[in-house]
């Protein structure tokens, strides 16, 4: 079955860095785009960024653009996104997404608290 692994996630204070990884299994994860989102409470849930399969092409919420990196690394099925500059409104829960086999997938996300 589709597992997804969320882990990284913790309380900083802003201007801090945390970098989330996500270890995924249960399908061919070089052949599908990952995606994390968040979700803060109140809110709705959003894309903070994705990335391609071999191109490895990245995509980025406005909000999180220049501070935030996507990455992985086929070999490990894993992804990681490495924040930076971490503010107050990056408070949410992320989560590790991919749609494959006529489903989307989410691990069970990680909390990520900035404030003083």
């Known amino acids: 079955q589709v597992q997804l692994v969320e882990s990284g996630g913790g309380l900083v204070q802003p201007g801090g860095s945390l970098r989330l990884s996500c270890a995924a299994s249960?399908?061919?994860?070089?052949?599908?785009?990952m995606r994390w989102y968040r979700q803060a409470p109140g809110k709705e849930r959003e894309l903070v960024a994705g990335?391609?399969?071999?191109?490895?092409?990245?995509n980025y919420a406005d909000s999180v653009v220049g501070r935030f990196t996507i990455s992985r690394d086929n070999t490990k099925n894993t992804v990681w996104l490495q924040m930076n500059s971490l503010k107050p409104e990056d408070t949410a829960i992320y989560y590790c997404n991919t749609y494959t086999r006529g489903a989307h997938y989410w691990g069970q996300g990680t909390q990520v608290t900035v404030s003083s």
């Open positions: 249960g399908f061919t994860f070089a052949s599908v785009t």
């Open positions: 990335i391609t399969t071999l191109t490895g092409w990245t």
